[in-house]
């Protein structure tokens, strides 16, 4: 089942729900529940965006996280 990604129009918040493609037109907005809510665009293939590197959640004192301090 697809993903989707959908933003609200009534309080901005955004969300992806994993749901089937004749449910996306009875969505609602988990923030606040409204049903104004704008599917966006996905992305499946990010290799051509930026290349960023993702660091894993650490805790103080990781030696990834200490640079030029
Ligand atoms: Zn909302």
């Given amino acids: 089942m697809p993903i989707f990604d959908f933003a609200c129009q009534d309080c901005g918040k955004k969300f992806d729900l994993m749901i089937s493609n004749k449910d996306k037109d009875k969505v609602t907005c988990p923030e606040c529940g409204s049903s104004q809510v704008k599917q966006l665009l996905s992305v499946f293939n990010t290799a051509s965006r930026g290349s960023k590197t ?6 103080v004192g990781c030696p990834a996280a200490g640079s030029g301090g």
């Fill in 54 to 59: 993702e660091l894993p959640s650490c805790s």
